[in-house]
């Protein structure tokens, strides 16, 4: 494999010239710059990233970590992210825990070997990122959390204003005529789900509609935990006639669910969810959902830590990203006949 010697020689100018080309740390006279850049084409070389980051103390290499790649939500983070980071001389690495704290945990050690930059990480279930913390910011490494916040987090994050995104959404359900709401919330310890929870709940107060806690279900943050969730409901006396999924997968799964009970959306129940996934309008009926930018979280998450990493050493960055209800097909006014079931059911049987 060629090293800076061999293009030196080659090239015909010295090893620091070399260096100064390949490391941008001098400006060097165009002739002389073009030569050593066509001698390192002609020769393939690829420089050694953990050499140079052992020399430096940092690579330019920032890691990323994410809860499900499976969840589309999550790509649109990390691509915003990466578009950014690649624009700014940094790569990204990219670690997956299964919502594991212990995967979690797992991956920031094993991160630190490789020098990186800076860290950027949506939180797993349960995280606690302390310690970690403290240890990269003592090796000098920044570390931005997006979406979720960990136990006793003081550092930069990015979040979406899920409370209020959650408040709009239910407003507009409640102003439709709906009055026997039901949510699907995920696992509810994370801190944008208990956001949205409290939007939700705010807005049914001030509309003096009491909420049974048993229409307040919690599932995982996936399809199958919607539909799993969503039949219980829809066996529940009365029936909701609207139900909010606090996200999208789990309003697919809602979906599904409406199917294998041969009921009709919106007709015979309305549903909105919060994520504004692309698949939300190829649905049918297509998704009313909140809209959050992933791509706005990654991209703003990236530029916060490369601020940091070039030296700004403010007080912590707390960014919180605007929501937008986007309305569709999925909901829709109540019937009479719903309305009247609502109006005159008596006290459902307890369902468990």
């Given at each position: 494999?060629?090293?800076?010697?061999?293009?030196?020689?080659?090239?015909?100018?010295?090893?620091?010239?070399?260096?100064?080309?390949l490391n941008?740390?001098?400006?060097?006279?165009?002739?002389?710059?073009?030569?050593?850049?066509?001698?390192?084409e002609?020769?393939?070389?690829?420089?050694?990233?953990?050499?140079?980051?052992?020399?430096?103390?940092?690579?330019?290499?920032?890691?990323?970590?994410?809860?499900?790649?499976?969840?589309?939500?999550f790509?649109?983070?990390?691509r915003?992210?990466?578009?950014?980071?690649?624009?700014?001389?940094?790569r990204?690495?990219?670690?997956?825990?299964?919502?594991?704290?212990?995967?979690?945990?797992?991956h920031?050690?094993?991160?630190?070997?490789?020098?990186?930059?800076?860290?950027?990480?949506?939180?797993?279930?349960?995280?606690?990122?302390?310690?970690?913390?403290?240890?990269?910011?003592?090796a000098?490494?920044?570390?931005?959390?997006?979406?979720?916040?960990?136990?006793?987090?003081?550092?930069?994050?990015?979040?979406?204003?899920?409370?209020?995104g959650?408040?709009?959404?239910?407003?507009?359900?409640?102003?439709?005529?709906?009055?026997?709401?039901?949510?699907?919330?995920?696992?509810?310890?994370?801190?944008?789900?208990?956001?949205?929870?409290?939007?939700?709940?705010?807005?049914?107060?001030?509309?003096?509609?009491?909420?049974?806690?048993?229409?307040?279900?919690?599932?995982?943050?996936?399809?199958?935990?919607?539909?799993?969730?969503?039949?219980?409901?829809?066996?529940?006396?009365?029936?909701?006639?609207?139900?909010?999924?606090?996200?999208?997968?789990?309003?697919?799964?809602?979906?599904?669910?409406?199917?294998?009970?041969?009921?009709?959306?919106?007709?015979d129940?309305?549903?909105?969810?919060?994520d504004?996934?692309?698949?939300?309008?190829?649905?049918?009926?297509?998704?009313?959902?909140?809209?959050?930018?992933?791509?706005?979280?990654?991209?703003?998450?990236?530029?916060?830590?490369?601020?940091r990493?070039?030296?700004?050493?403010?007080p912590?960055r707390?960014?919180?990203?605007?929501?937008?209800?986007?309305?569709r097909?999925?909901?829709?006014?109540?019937?009479?006949?719903?309305?009247?079931?609502?109006?005159?059911?008596p006290?459902?049987?307890?369902?468990?």
């Amino acid at each position: 494999m060629a090293n800076m010697k061999e293009i030196a020689k080659i090239a015909g100018v010295s090893l620091g010239t070399v260096s100064n080309v390949l490391n941008n740390s001098m400006p060097v006279r165009e002739p002389l710059r073009k030569r050593v850049m066509e001698t390192v084409e002609a020769l393939g070389y690829q420089p050694n990233q953990l050499a140079r980051g052992l020399r430096r103390d940092k690579t330019r290499m920032i890691g990323m970590i994410i809860p499900d790649i499976t969840n589309p939500f999550f790509p649109a983070v990390v691509r915003g992210a990466e578009d950014v980071a690649f624009a700014n001389g940094y790569r990204l690495i990219l670690c997956n825990t299964d919502n594991d704290h212990a995967k979690e945990i797992a991956h920031l050690k094993e991160l630190r070997t490789y020098l990186p930059s800076g860290l950027i990480v949506i939180p797993s279930r349960f995280s606690d990122l302390t310690a970690q913390a403290e240890s990269y910011r003592k090796a000098g490494t920044a570390m931005v959390c997006v979406d979720r916040l960990p136990r006793e987090w003081k550092g930069d994050t990015v979040t979406a204003n899920n409370e209020s995104g959650a408040y709009n959404a239910t407003m507009y359900a409640l102003r439709q005529g709906h009055r026997h709401l039901a949510m699907i919330i995920g696992p509810r310890h994370l801190t944008n789900v208990q956001d949205r929870l409290n939007g939700f709940k705010r807005a049914m107060r001030e509309h003096k509609l009491q909420i049974d806690p048993d229409y307040i279900q919690e599932a995982s943050f996936d399809q199958q935990g919607g539909f799993s969730k969503t039949m219980l409901l829809l066996s529940m006396i009365p029936r909701p006639t609207a139900i909010f999924a606090a996200n999208d997968m789990i309003a697919f799964g809602a979906l599904l669910a409406f199917r294998e009970a041969r009921l009709r959306c919106p007709e015979d129940i309305s549903l909105y969810g919060f994520d504004n996934l692309d698949l939300a309008e190829m649905t049918s009926p297509p998704l009313t959902s909140v809209s959050q930018s992933g791509y706005q979280m990654g991209t703003s998450a990236a530029r916060i830590l490369i601020d940091r990493v070039l030296g700004d050493d403010g007080p912590a960055r707390h960014l919180v990203l605007e929501t937008v209800l986007k309305v569709r097909g999925s909901v829709s006014f109540p019937s009479v006949e719903q309305v009247d079931a609502d109006t005159h059911s008596p006290k459902r049987p307890k369902s468990r």
